[in-house]
């Protein structure tokens, strides 16, 4: 069974704020979002490929109303208005329905596709990729968010510390009891102090920032962090087995793009063979369009074709070469 690295994470850590922060990753995050429109991509591309596989049925209607003149001719209809030229008027409906269909022998289309839906799958093997990665930066970002906390927290503890000492020792000094020598040293140790006390929360800001972006949002230093560390996990057992490899996404979608990539090599090299066509049409044509179901008006036709390539300048070899 495959675990993603949200799953794992909110089994670790029981964190209900870190649980909803990961799923709005999931649901905001623009790198998930453009991973799962590369899927859709993908899947269009499969299913366009897939259907060079069944005959195309092509349905049309169509009518056509023409004039001619005979000029010189005794006949038609005579116009006054143009010398009595001899003109005629005709209509012309029609009714058709037309099949092609390429008989996939060599299995060049079957491969093609086969190479489409290797890329879906790859695909799909990224958009999970990137989901645990974010789902693992979004834990990350969020411990070192708390590991921030606990620091400002122990910074402010020394500054007060350091600053407690500092009153202490002026006014020892004011009294006449202490000297000025350590007064300087514990005004530069306060001021040290502070500058770290700011340098901590410089870095929550920072960290606040990271995940803001991680989640879509303006990186405004705004997101609240209260909780507390997990409980350290046992180390992982000696002799990883090398399963683990079927479950990295990174590599199961390598290999889904090395399937494809051979997969295409071999639609290139079955171009060289020769295609096989059907071709039918049926319909009725008519001079009047209630005409156009009588049956007795019916035409068709039937036809095949075996063609082979004979010289197309190098292209197919080239494209051979291309995808190797």
Not at 92 to 110: H, K, P, Q, Y
Not at 298 to 306: K, L, P, Q, R
């Amino acid at each position: 069974e495959r675990v993603v690295a949200s799953d794992w994470i909110n089994q670790l850590s029981g964190d209900r704020v870190l649980k909803g922060l990961i799923e709005e990753v999931k649901k905001n995050n623009w790198d998930i979002k453009k991973a799962a429109i590369r899927v859709e991509t993908a899947t269009a591309n499969a299913k366009i490929a897939g259907s060079k596989r069944f005959p195309i049925l092509n349905a049309g209607i169509d009518g056509r109303r023409a004039q001619q003149a005979f000029i010189g001719f005794p006949f038609g209809e005579k116009s006054g208005g143009d010398g009595d030229i001899a003109k005629a008027l005709s209509n012309n409906f029609g009714a058709s329905l037309n099949v092609s269909w390429e008989v996939d022998l060599w299995g060049r289309i079957r491969a093609g596709q086969e190479a489409y839906i290797a890329e879906v799958q790859a695909a799909a093997e990224d958009l999970r990729g990137v989901a645990s990665s974010l789902a693992a930066q979004t834990a990350k970002i969020w411990f070192a968010l708390l590991e921030a906390n606990a620091q400002i927290a122990l910074s402010e503890k020394g500054l007060a510390s350091f600053i407690e000492t500092h009153r202490t020792l002026r006014d020892a000094f004011e009294s006449g009891s202490g000297s000025a020598s350590q007064v300087r040293v514990a005004s530069a140790d306060m001021e040290t102090a502070r500058a770290l006390v700011e340098d901590r929360r410089a870095q929550k800001r920072a960290a606040q920032r990271q995940i803001e972006v991680l989640l879509g949002r303006y990186p405004a230093a705004a997101l609240q962090s209260v909780g507390e560390f997990p409980e350290m996990p046992s180390p992982p057992p000696p002799g990883v087995p090398s399963g683990l490899l079927l479950r990295r996404s990174d590599i199961i979608a390598a290999e889904r793009r090395l399937t494809a990539t051979h997969r295409r090599m071999k639609e290139a090299k079955l171009a060289l063979f020769p295609q096989i066509k059907l071709t039918g049409s049926g319909g009725a044509a008519s001079s009047a369009l209630r005409q156009l179901t009588n049956s007795g008006l019916g035409v068709w036709s039937i036809a095949g074709g075996f063609g082979q390539q004979i010289f197309r300048a190098g292209e197919v070899l080239e494209n051979l070469k291309l995808r190797k």
